[in-house]
């Protein structure tokens, strides 16, 4: 019955439009609870007395009326709480003779608070007859109440406007003015000039409709912070006018405020300063770029480098300062002239920004020399990653008028702290290193301690040696057995990368990251793979049938689509089914953005192939990830083994890893089993199988002959 009503309130109200708004919601409610009076009422500030504020009486509007509220029903409303009486309403309060003259048996009174839980209006129906329903009168009462609260308020806010609506009008400031909700109540004819947007357009819409993109989040959530914390705002905004053109505003903003000091609206004036920040853009062009490339200029550069210098105190973070000098940049003016000198420094310039970061500031600081601000830097290969590819960048000739260039360009590295304190002196030491790389024979590069000297040229040396050793195929693979630890037989082998350099074994833990950092990784697998195959071929051949072989993936390797074909492609070329090879993934492959690779996994193991979780317990792993990703077995990393015996922390640990994986159907081998003390407890946690020096160190396949043949 009540959605019934309901429906029929709004229809009146919907028929009705915008106009005469407080009849027709008094009339539709006075309809459908059959009131004889309903009004609404506007309490003094004392809360002493009440004005109607709109009344009507069976569905006519009738006149205002002032009444007291001592010893009356609405006295109680306007206290804050539903005041209702079916009936008997006389007797109870002898005093309203209101009640008497209009002959009233039933009332219903409700309080309209704001949003500070005031009451300042109330909203009461009065009954010459006993009410029939009175839950479902309050409950329209209270349906209606917000609506009608907001429809006051803003009638407040018109009334007041009324009083300066001419100077506002008129004024060549832009303004508007909103509901303490944001949503626009008033613009001025200024408003529409500067954007295109009428009256009627902006009505009820927020101010971001003038948003141009151009600030982020935080820029809007620090102006609301201060606008919030101080009642005042003022600033530049870059928006956008109704046709799409962007402008810049400068934006007073103030939160108008009523007399108990809550927030009613907010006003903001503004004038479109668009002209004079091209003017002061014009100024800042010429005074902080270079006029021949685009580029900052020395004075440019200083200030960024300031900041820089300021913000790295205080991040402790790495920042970089590279000088660039172009190689006999003299020849090209003497033997070409001036003209294509220029255009080479253009082109320079050019090729340097299109490789440097959105945030680095790039400087040409004289003559034929760039300078380069790197800042923010979390690695120093960051700043290798840069010099290789400006080495790379230049290795084509640059053409100019019909003229191929081959340049060269030398460069000299500075770091802020280590190799100086100050702005000043960062820039003074990376042009030292400069002149030292030109001394050193030029087209190099050169930093200015020889520490990172060296470290930088080893990593270089070294990315170029493993890709050479990839391609010939000069990685060497060894095998760590695997046991079953209740029966001590082997169940598989670990294949395990090793490389040699200069005579010198690299630890995994440097090639690896250096095979994914430079896109090296996915061939190193597959030679990994194809070698494992052939040693598992070999093994097969003397009777070994039941010996399978774990390789491990880098979550990289399953960046290309075909990753898994190329890999089941492999076991087919050497004769060898998915159950030989198994396949062990470091936990990054359980990382929530890594669903796209399951349907690799799944094909993998629909081939026959078994799916490892290695480490397990040191990185992104979860109960909620291992049920979603087709996991086989897990392997306990070696940090929770070595301790397991004299720290129970790490044995509970354990456990609670290996009960999981029973739970879940999947097996469990722990790493790093070194004594029997290891071996016992985790026969006793029921941890299926184990691998450790213990049990074998990575064997040669020769050596792996020998040590499977002890195990007959």
């Known amino acids: 019955m009540i959605d019934h009503k309901v429906r029929y309130i709004v229809n009146v109200l919907s028929e009705a439009g915008d106009q005469n708004f407080f009849k027709n919601i008094l009339c539709g409610l006075s309809s459908a609870i059959d009131a004889n009076y ?288 172009i190689d006999h940049f003299k020849d090209v003016n003497d033997f070409f002239g001036f003209l294509t000198g220029d255009h080479l420094l253009k082109q320079v310039g050019s090729q340097l920004k299109s490789i440097i970061r959105t945030n680095d500031i790039l400087a040409r600081v004289g003559g034929d020399q760039f300078a380069l601000l790197v800042s923010d830097v979390s690695e120093p290969y960051l700043v290798q990653n840069f010099l290789e590819r400006t080495f790379r960048l230049f290795d084509t000739p640059i053409k100019i008028a019909n003229n191929d260039l081959k340049i060269s360009l030398s460069i000299g590295v500075a770091k802020f702290p280590d190799d100086a304190e100050s702005p000043e002196d960062i820039l003074k030491k ?34 170029n040696a493993l890709k050479v050793s990839i391609e010939q195929g000069q990685i060497e693979v060894v095998y760590q057995p695997i046991i079953t630890l209740d029966t001590n037989k082997i169940a598989k082998l670990e294949a395990l990368a090793r490389w040699q350099y200069e005579g010198d074994f690299i630890s995994p833990d440097e090639f690896i990251p250096l095979a994914e950092e430079f896109g090296l990784i996915y061939k190193l697998g597959l030679l990994v793979l194809r070698k494992a195959c052939h040693t598992l071929k070999l093994l097969k051949g003397l009777g070994w049938n039941d010996i399978a072989i774990n390789v491990n993936r880098s979550v990289k390797e399953f ?50 192939s078994k799916i490892s979780l290695d480490d397990f317990g040191t990185g992104f792993s979860s109960l909620s990830y291992i049920r979603n990703f087709p996991i086989d077995e897990l392997k306990i990393d070696r940090s929770f083994i070595t301790h397991m015996d004299r720290d129970s922390e790490d044995k509970i640990l354990v456990k609670t890893m290996i009960a999981m994986a029973k739970s879940l159907g999947i097996s469990t081998v722990a790493e790093g089993i070194e004594t029997d003390e290891h071996k016992k407890e985790l026969l006793e946690l029921e941890c299926n199988c184990g691998q450790g020096y213990l049990i074998s160190r990575p064997l040669t396949f020769e050596q792996l002959e020998s040590f499977l043949s002890d195990q007959l």
């Open 559 to 608: 960046e290309p689509d075909d990753c898994a074909k190329d890999w089941i492609a492999i076991l087919k070329e050497f004769d060898l089914q998915g159950k030989d090879i198994n396949f062990e993934l470091t936990e990054s492959i359980l990382a929530p953005e890594q669903k796209s690779n399951l349907e690799k996994l799944a094909s993998l193991q629909k081939n026959g």
């Open 38 to 325: 309903v009004f609404i009422a506007e309490l003094n500030s004392e809360h002493t007395s009440a004005s109607t504020y709109s009344a009507v009486n069976k569905n006519q509007l009738i006149d205002n009326f002032d009444y007291a509220l001592k010893g009356t029903p609405c006295e109680v409303t306007q206290s804050g709480v539903c005041c209702v009486h079916p009936s008997g309403i006389q007797p109870l309060y002898p005093d309203d003779l209101l009640l008497v003259d209009m002959g009233i048996e039933g009332y219903v009174g409700v309080p309209l608070k704001n949003s500070n839980n005031e009451v300042n209006f109330i909203l009461v129906a009065l009954f010459e007859r006993p009410v029939e329903d009175v839950l479902e009168v309050e409950s329209l009462f209270l349906l209606f109440s917000g609506m009608i609260l907001k429809e006051l308020e803003k009638q407040s806010v018109l009334e007041k406007l009324k009083l300066t609506d001419q100077i506002i009008r008129d004024s060549n400031e832009a303004i508007l003015i909103t509901d303490k909700n944001t949503e626009i109540i008033y613009i001025n004819k200024a408003f529409s000039s500067i954007t295109g947007y009428s009256l009627a357009e902006a009505i009820g819409k927020r101010p971001n409709l003038l948003n141009s993109g151009h600030h982020d989040t935080a820029f809007y959530k620090d102006l609301w912070v201060e606008l919030n914390a101080s009642g005042h705002w003022s600033g530049e905004i870059h928006n956008k006018k109704k046709n799409g053109q962007p402008f810049v505003s400068k934006l007073s903003i103030n939160a108008i405020k009523n007399e108990e000091k809550s927030e009613t609206q907010y006003v903001g004036f503004f004038t479109d300063v668009t002209k004079d920040k091209i003017k002061d853009k014009e100024l800042f062009q010429k005074t902080h770029f270079d006029s021949l490339t685009g580029l900052a200029n020395r004075n440019y550069l200083n200030e960024r480098l300031a900041q820089a210098v300021s913000q790295a105190k205080v991040s402790r973070s790495g920042l970089y300062v590279l000088f660039f000098g």
């Open 430 to 463: 990376s042009e030292q290193a400069l002149y030292n790389a030109k001394a050193s024979g030029r087209n190099i590069f050169k930093f200015f301690t020889n520490e990172m000297q060296d470290k930088l040229i080893r990593r270089i040396a070294l990315k």
